[in-house]
T-cell receptor, first 117, second 110 residues
């Protein structure tokens, strides 16, 4: 696609429910990243994919969080048994040139705003 | 002490003024991203640089690897430049696991 696409753009859920957030990166971008931005906070790294594998999951805050990527393209971030502190904007980014020393230019999606009531 | 520090945290200026935002970092490798986040939340990558200077329109970014310092300059500032500017540093070679600064909120008054 023309840009990084994320869905849903907004999600309101009840505490304890599971949610899935989707990211469709730019075609041909092998690297995909999930970040989180909590209200009034800075951005924090969650997980990085190179192709379908996730060499770095160190940013996932708990085992309730998981992510997968299929076909080297679409990625899904799943949050199980959501808690209020999970409320944040979840941002996906992709880049074309990972592993080139310092990676490549990042292209961000518009984010998925999650509100856990 | 944050690993990536920006200054100032907030900056209000008149239209047309020359703007400088600074970023100092104590971690990461020799590269840095400058990002722009508008009030709607979307993030745009402005620059990725590992040495010297880059220019795009009215925006100029410089980096001093030895001093681990980068600056973002905006010439002839305009109200549409109002946004949060964020610098970010990759921790490792080979991917963009970034450590982010807390951002500089820029407001340009007409």
């Amino acid at each position: 696609g023309a840009g990084v696409s994320q869905s849903p753009s907004n999600k309101v859920t009840e505490k304890g429910k599971d949610v899935e957030l989707r990211c469709d990166p730019i075609s041909g971008h092998t690297a995909l990243y999930w970040y989180r931005q909590s209200l009034g906070q800075g951005l924090e790294f969650l997980i990085y994919f190179q192709g379908n594998s996730a060499p770095d999951k160190s940013g996932l805050p708990s085992d309730r969080f998981s992510a997968e990527r299929t076909g080297g393209s679409v990625s899904t971030l799943t949050i199980q048994r959501t808690q209020q502190e999970d409320s944040a904007v979840y941002l996906c980014a992709s880049s074309k040139l990972p592993g080139q020393g310092f990676g490549g230019e990042l292209f961000f999606g518009e984010g998925s705003r999650l509100t856990v009531l | 002490k944050n690993e990536v520090e920006q200054s100032p945290q907030n900056l209000t200026a008149q239209e047309g003024e020359f703007i400088t935002i600074n970023c100092s970092y104590s971690v990461g490798i020799s590269a840095l991203h400058w990002l722009q986040q508008h009030p709607g939340g979307g993030i745009v990558s402005l620059f990725m640089l590992s040495s010297g200077k880059k220019k795009h329109g009215r925006l100029i970014a410089t980096i001093n690897i030895q001093e681990k310092h980068s600056s973002l300059h905006i010439t002839a500032s305009h109200p549409r430049d109002s946004a949060v500017y964020i610098c970010a540093v990759p921790i490792n070679f080979g991917n963009e696991k970034l450590t982010f600064g807390t951002g500089t909120r820029l407001t340009i008054i007409p």
